[in-house]
């Protein structure tokens, strides 16, 4: 094969136009084409494409399998919050088939009773571990605390006056005596004293006292002058919502704590000797051979030797109780729900058609 190509100067200019000097002039044969290989260039293509979608699919797939994991653990919590509400309703019914059934044992309340030592049974805390979860249930007596609505008697005063001044508060005289007297402004029904509606009214944020029974015991913190680290407590020491409570009018001094005993005692009774007679009747109320002498308000005096002489405030005495608040925490799987429920006795005979009929609801809170 021959063929003849013209040289031109670099960038010879042909009728106008810059050609570059390896262009043949068009006499004789055009330079020969070279092979180009298109298919690896497609073959190159489709394996990004490939890989391209299988990323896409990869990262749909991944997507997906967290969104059923999520509902998966959703669809978990909440037979878990079901299974715990159905185990917090039980554990309350079972509080109140202990407290109807321990009507009928014996006229007092003390630590010795059913709805005590139900739950401190082994037997009792295993049945208590159910197969959909775990049930807790704490039942306390109200009447075991000191009542509020007592301290519009004098007597009341005076013994609220002794819990603050008495350790571990151990407020000042006068401090304490003010604190009285507005906890005795705020549930009295008349609106004549210091710390009365004018008082109140007058504060930047205004509201006025309730001037009559507490609903709750959280009003205390909005009684003037009551300090929250009093109220609330902490670092071992019990607040006075753990001594008080606005229900019942008397003391039941077989489940009242001993700040609330050592009150109980006169002025004319030393403190250190508050200290041991509080400490002495917890002892013996504890023993299940002393229960049968806890039906009296005066059994302290007969029962234990070196306190004839003492008599504690015998009109706010009691040996039953009648209110109780039950704690009830229910656990399944990851999941935690509590109860907290006020439940009343009411005397007379049981219902035979009935399992619960003399004790009612009061209140509760699902947690």
């Keep these: 094969m021959s063929w003849i190509m013209t040289i031109r100067p670099k960038n010879t ?18 330079l020969p084409s070279f092979p180009v290989n298109n298919s690896a260039h497609q073959r190159g293509g489709a394996l990004m494409l490939v890989l391209v979608l299988m990323s896409v699919l990869s990262m749909v797939a991944i997507e997906s399998l967290r969104r059923a994991q999520i509902e998966v653990e959703s ?57 959909t979860g775990v049930l807790r249930v704490e039942i306390s007596p109200e009447d075991g605390r000191f009542p509020l609505s007592a301290m519009t008697a004098e007597t009341g005063r005076q013994v609220m006056q002794r819990l603050l001044v008495g350790p571990p508060y151990n407020l000042e005289q006068e401090s304490a005596a003010r604190l009285v007297t507005a906890m005795r402004d705020w549930i009295d029904t008349d609106e004549e004293g210091e710390f009365e509606k004018p008082l109140y009214v007058a504060q930047e944020v205004a509201y006025r006292p309730r001037n009559a029974a507490m609903a709750s015991l959280d009003e205390l913190l909005l009684v003037r002058g009551m300090p929250r680290e009093l109220f609330y407590g902490g670092q071992g020491v019990p607040g006075l919502r753990d001594l008080l409570t606005v229900h019942g009018s008397k003391v039941n001094i077989n489940t009242a704590p001993a700040l609330v005993l050592m009150a109980l005692c006169p002025d004319d009774v030393s403190r250190a000797t508050a200290a041991n007679l509080a400490q002495d009747m917890l002892a013996f109320r504890a023993s299940q051979d002393n229960a049968g002498l806890l039906n009296k308000t005066d059994w302290y005096k007969t029962a234990l030797s070196g306190y004839e002489q003492v008599t504690l405030q015998q009109e706010l005495l009691s040996v039953s109780s009648d209110v109780f608040q039950v704690f009830v925490t229910a656990e399944a ?6 109860l907290r429920a006020v439940l009343r006795r009411t005397a007379g005979q049981a219902d035979p058609q009935k399992p619960v009929s003399r004790v009612s609801l009061e209140r509760k809170v699902l947690g």
């Excluded at 978990?76 to 554990?91: H, I, M, N």
């Excluded at 799987?333 to 509590?338: I, Y």
């Design 75 to 131: 669809a978990g919590t909440y037979l878990g919050g079901v299974q715990c509400r159905e185990l917090c309703e039980s554990g309350l019914r079972l509080a109140a088939l202990l407290l109807e059934r321990d009507m009928d044992l014996n006229d007092y309340d003390a630590p010795t009773d059913l709805w005590v030592t139900f739950f401190e049974d082994e037997d009792a805390k295993k049945a208590l571990n159910f197969q």
């Design 13 to 30: 200019r042909v009728q106008g136009v810059v050609t570059p000097w390896w262009v043949g002039s068009g006499e004789g044969k055009a």
């Design 333 to 338: 799987g990851a999941v935690q729900r509590s």
